[in-house]
Each structure stands twice: as C-alpha cells, then as structure tokens.
C-alpha cells in the first residue's frame, strides 16, 4: 500500500469527519450525539473499505484499531500483506482540523503519541472491518 493513497483515504475521511464533528461541542441531545455516532461510524466504513481497495492483498487487511477519541481525533491501526509477502502494520491519525496523517511506525509517531497513546475512545473497529470486507468481495 502506498503512502500517497493511505493520505488520500485520510484527507477522505478527514473531511467526512469535519461534517460529522462540526456540531460535537453542541452536541448535547440525544438524538445530536446518536446522528454524530452515525456519522462517524460511515467514516469507518468507509476508510475500511478505502483500505482494502488500496491494498496489495484486501484479504488480509486487518483492523486492530479505529477509535474516535475525545479530543475528536480518530486513531487507526491497520496491518496488512506488503508487496514482500510479510505483514506490515500502520498507523493512520486523523485530526478534526483537518491535519494529520500515516506513520508507518506504528504506535510510536509523534501523532499517535500525542493523540492516540495510553487513551481510549469510542471504538469502530468493527465497522471498518465491515468496510474492508465489503471490498474484497
């Protein structure tokens, strides 16, 4: 999977995700939060499926993590099949303000320790899984 497309599928999703938080800090009726939810959970699909369609092998892409955090930003671990053969795993951090991006070194970048790291979030792992297989078929 090339870097180019990872950024692309994150501007994709960045932009998704700016329409669905421009209302989070009003967010305070139940039916805000559920529609934002929803929302956010399209993005998942989406970039799962984005990501698989980018991928050397969509079969074994797999999702470790997909978390909206707090502070809004969403927090992506993805492996998959490199062009060698081996498993290769990457991270992708998505900013509300539209900033961002991959780091191949998963769980260490500057991003991912600034946004993501010893944090927990709303999870939509599921989802993107969801996204990524509906690509492969």
């Known amino acids: 999977m090339c ?3 990872i950024l ?3 501007a994709l999703a960045i932009g998704s ?8 800090s009003a967010a305070t009726t139940k039916n805000a939060q559920d529609e934002r ?3 956010i959970g399209a993005v998942a699909v989406t970039v799962g499926k984005n990501l698989a369609m980018a ?3 969509p079969q074994s892409l797999r999702f470790d993590t997909f978390e909206l ?3 809004d930003s969403i ?3 993805f492996r998959g099949r490199n062009p060698q053969g081996g498993m290769q795993a990457m991270t992708v951090v998505m900013l509300p303000d539209g900033k961002g991006g991959y780091e191949a070194n998963p769980q ?20 993107a899984r969801m996204g990524a297989k509906s690509a492969s078929r």
């Open 3 to 5: 870097k180019g497309a």
């Open 17 to 24: 995700l700016l329409v669905a938080s421009s209302n989070a």
């Open 108 to 127: 260490n970048g500057k991003l991912w320790n600034a946004h993501c790291k010893g944090k927990s979030g709303d999870d939509y792992s599921e989802l």
């Open 55 to 57: 991928a050397n092998d």
């Open 75 to 77: 927090c992506v671990v």
């Open 8 to 10: 692309g599928i994150t």
């Open 69 to 71: 955090m707090k502070d």
């Open 37 to 39: 939810a929803s929302r």
